[in-house]
């Protein structure tokens, strides 16, 4: 079965530090990815989604960049953070091809990273 | 046209009670709507889904049912219990894009 993992599951962090957050996926390949960012008590925005290695998709230009080093690695970093940055942080995969039509559209997500920008 | 519109923004019901959780959407490409529940603290669970070929598919105590004439698709929670108390979301999407639009999520609480 598949499994996602994020880390740290907490992070509280100054304003103007750098950031680096995991996702790692296991038990399956060439998974898409996806990072979003919810803020206290409102919906997922959408950050970032990767197709494949090296494939990154940004869907917010802020401070923050995405990485897919690795087939089921995925990073979200950030070189100086901002007091807006705060927020919980999802990575969410699919199974490779899905783009919304077909039988493989199930998005699961990881448990999360609460950020805090002091 | 990418929006996915729910509500309500909150919901209290009583045990036992059902909650209904409404969504609506404008674009008629959207061929997948799932259903999430996520509680405090944790990343939103798949809870249920559906496709516009069926008009409603149930599991357990939670059906999803779709208009597809009026592009809204809503959740019923039958027997509402107090751990059913989360933030639910639905979401869509749709073949040719890698992207899921999700709705605002309703806040539900259910009384003891």
């Known amino acids: 079965s598949q499994t996602i993992h994020q880390w740290p599951a907490t992070l509280v962090q100054p304003v103007g530090s750098p950031l680096s957050l995991e996702c790692t996926v296991e038990?399956?390949?060439?998974?898409?990815l996806y990072w979003y960012r919810q803020a206290a008590g409102r919906g997922l925005q959408l950050l970032f989604y990767?197709?494949?290695?090296?494939?990154i998709s940004s869907e917010v230009p802020q401070n923050l960049s995405a990485s897919r080093p690795q087939d089921r690695q995925f990073i979200l970093s950030s070189k100086k953070l901002l007091l807006s940055d705060s927020g919980f942080y999802l990575c969410?995969?699919?199974?490779?091809?899905?783009?919304?039509?077909?039988?493989?559209?199930?998005?699961?997500f990881g448990p999360g990273t609460r950020l805090t920008v002091l | 046209q990418q929006q996915v519109k729910q509500s309500p923004q909150s919901l209290i019901v009583q045990k036992g009670g059902i909650s209904i959780i409404n969504c609506a959407y404008e674009?008629?490409?959207?061929?997948?709507f799932p259903w999430y529940q996520q509680f405090p603290g944790k990343g939103p669970a798949l809870l249920i889904a559906?496709?516009?070929?069926?008009s409603e598919k149930k599991e357990g105590r939670f059906t999803i049912s779709f208009n597809k004439s009026a592009k809204q698709f809503s959740l019923h929670i039958m027997d509402s219990q107090p751990g059913d108390s989360a933030t639910y979301f639905c979401?869509?999407?749709?073949?040719?894009?890698?992207?899921?639009?999700f709705g605002t999520g309703t806040r539900l609480k259910v009384l003891a």
């Open positions: 969410a995969w699919t199974l490779t091809g899905s783009t919304g039509g077909g039988g493989a559209n199930e998005q699961f």
């Open positions: 038990g399956t390949s060439n998974p898409n």
């Open positions: 990767s197709v494949g290695i090296g494939q």
């Open positions: 674009n008629t490409a959207f061929d997948y």
């Open positions: 559906i496709r516009p070929d069926v």
């Open positions: 979401a869509a999407t749709h073949s040719g894009t890698y992207k899921y639009i």
